[in-house]
């Protein structure tokens, strides 16, 4: 397994800095949600038409890739616009993957609408994903769906990806979300191990209804035995390290917390 950052966590940095410090840092890979706090990779200058050749470039020349590009789509939702919005985005992004030379694109199941039964919204959302993955397909990339919103647990994911039986989908597993969610870590990579295409890694406390992140280590999230279930379900992917600072801006700086990151993810799997 390799280590892999989100650049939610470094909201100030510009690419080339981004680039270098992966390096440096003894990262393998960059999740690229967002740059220079325009979160919407669309409207960056650096996925400019005129840009995107020197970014992709900058990258290759690095040796360090991009593990996925980060899209806020919802695929599911009360309002027909909105779904519509989404998918729009969702496939822009796959585009764009496919023109940085990245793998994997991230979408989000979103929110059930009052009223509607899981197993209709379960459904609903596979026909969208099995549309975009046929259009992953065709350019080289993969769609992943986070374990998020409405479809939070490994349990509904899995139901997701048996109604959507598609090659090109498969799923994003955060470890945190799933484990306030109370679903045990080892139940998840059970049931999500063979789909799974990427992992978020981060540690928390509970602060009321929220999640407070900590440095790994610090809070109450299981990772040493999330680590071992992905282990015995042969997972070999990245390990994307989602500081989330762009949410949280007292959050430490990244210059301590990606070091902090690299040293306890070596000492969890070395144990």
Same mark, same amino acid.
């Given at each position: ?28 890979? @960059?999740? !690229?949600?967002?740059?220079? %706090?325009?979160?919407?990779? $669309?409207?960056?200058?650096? =996925?400019? #038409?005129?840009? &995107? /050749? ?39 992004? @796959?585009? !764009?993957?496919?023109?940085? %030379?990245?793998?994997?694109? $991230?979408?989000?199941?979103? =929110?059930? #609408?009052?009223? &509607? /039964? ?154």
């Amino acid at each position: 397994m390799r280590f892999a950052f989100s650049t939610l966590g470094c909201p100030g940095w510009p690419l080339a800095r981004i680039v270098g410090e992966a390096g440096r840092l003894g990262f393998a890979g @960059v999740e !690229l949600r967002g740059l220079e %706090g325009e979160l919407d990779l $669309r409207r960056s200058p650096d =996925f400019a #038409p005129g840009r &995107v /050749a020197w970014t992709r470039d900058l990258f290759e020349r690095a040796g360090i890739p991009v593990v996925s590009l980060d899209s806020s789509a919802r695929l599911i939702s009360d309002d027909p616009g909105k779904e519509h919005a989404a998918m729009r985005e969702a496939e822009d992004y @796959v585009a !764009l993957a496919a023109a940085i %030379g990245a793998p994997l694109v $991230r979408v989000f199941g979103g =929110f059930i #609408p009052e009223g &509607v /039964a899981f197993e209709d919204a379960a459904l609903r959302l596979a026909e969208r994903l099995s549309e975009l993955g046929d259009r992953a397909r065709a350019v080289g990339v993969a769609v992943a769906i986070e374990t998020h919103d409405g479809f939070l647990t490994g349990e509904a994911l899995a139901e997701v990806m048996r109604l959507t039986d598609h090659e090109a989908v498969g799923v994003l597993w955060d470890v945190g979300n799933c484990h306030f969610s109370g679903e045990p870590v080892e139940r998840t990579a059970r049931l999500l191990g063979r789909h799974l295409r990427l992992v978020h890694v981060k540690d928390a406390v509970r602060d009321g209804d929220e999640a407070r992140l900590t440095f790994l280590g610090e809070g109450e999230v299981p990772l040493r035995e999330a680590l071992r279930a992905l282990s015995a379900q042969g997972y070999a992917g990245f390990l994307s390290y989602e500081w989330e600072k762009v949410w949280q801006p007292d959050l430490p700086e990244p210059e301590e917390a990606f070091p902090q990151y690299v040293a306890k993810m070596k000492e969890y799997l070395d144990g």
